[in-house]
């Protein structure tokens, strides 16, 4: 059973307009969490992370929001732009042996019309 | 800025053949990762190593082993490929454990 879900495969918005992911996970021990962003034909790129002790995160457009009672985050873009179209990846982590241990989420593509 | 590089793009190889896919990483980054990238599954994690020779295995290691004999090299090996391998691959790396992980561009196996 997957312990990171997105549950929108895909998502469509007009340009200008606010893009919500959403992101859920099953383990109340993951502690940290990141969004990745994956062009077509390149590898995931980080793009906003967020600990558990904190409840928001900004950085510029995007902003990520933990609700770790409902077990929950949210990645928000204010504006989208064209550019940010593109496949989005969740991920969470706990402390393993080794450090920390990422899961990932299946990903949502997200589509920003012009 | 860190370079993760893999050395093919695409590749397509047939049932029962030793496979190899190598990533270089040019930061001297401790700790590597080899994942696999599935439509509807994310990315799930096959193997990382934290040192040279050293190796963890991950969510999904069957049918696969690797090699670390250099800091910056990490070898993928599908000992005989099978085409329920038939997949996406990326490697990463990153200088903690903590830490955000870069990630190369990908090579798509398609093993017939």
């Known amino acids: 059973d997957q312990q990171v879900k997105q549950n929108s495969p895909s998502l469509s918005v007009q340009e200008g307009r606010i893009s919500i992911l959403n992101c859920d996970y099953t383990?109340?021990?993951?502690?940290?969490f990141l969004w990745y962003k994956k062009y077509p034909a390149e590898g995931p790129t980080f793009l906003i992370s967020?600990?558990?002790?904190?409840d928001k995160n900004e950085d510029g457009r995007f902003t990520v929001f933990l609700n770790k009672s409902a077990k929950h985050l949210s990645l928000h873009i204010v504006p989208s732009q064209p550019g940010d179209s593109a496949v989005y990846f969740c991920?969470?982590?706990?402390?393993?042996?080794?450090?920390?241990?990422?899961?990932f989420g299946p990903g949502t593509r997200l589509s920003v019309l012009p | 800025d860190v370079k993760v590089t893999q050395s093919s793009r695409y590749l397509v190889k047939r049932t029962g053949e030793k496979v190899f896919l190598e990533c270089v990483q040019d930061?001297?980054?401790?700790?590597m990762f080899w994942y696999r990238q599935d439509p509807g599954l994310g990315l799930r994690l096959i193997y990382f190593?934290?040192?040279?020779?050293?190796?963890e295995k991950g969510d999904i290691p069957e049918g696969y082993s690797v090699s670390r004999e250099k800091k910056e090299r990490f070898s993928l090996i599908l000992e005989s490929a099978s085409t329920n391998q038939t997949s996406m691959y990326l490697c990463?790396?990153?200088?903690?454990?903590?830490?955000?992980?870069?990630f190369g561009d990908g090579t798509r196996l398609s093993i017939l």
């Open positions: 991920a969470a982590s706990e402390w393993g042996n080794y450090g920390q241990n990422f899961v």
């Open positions: 383990n109340s021990m993951f502690d940290y």
């Open positions: 967020i600990s558990s002790i904190k």
């Open positions: 930061m001297d980054h401790e700790n």
């Open positions: 190593s934290y040192d040279v020779k050293m190796k």
């Open positions: 990463a790396s990153n200088a903690n454990l903590d830490q955000p992980q870069h």
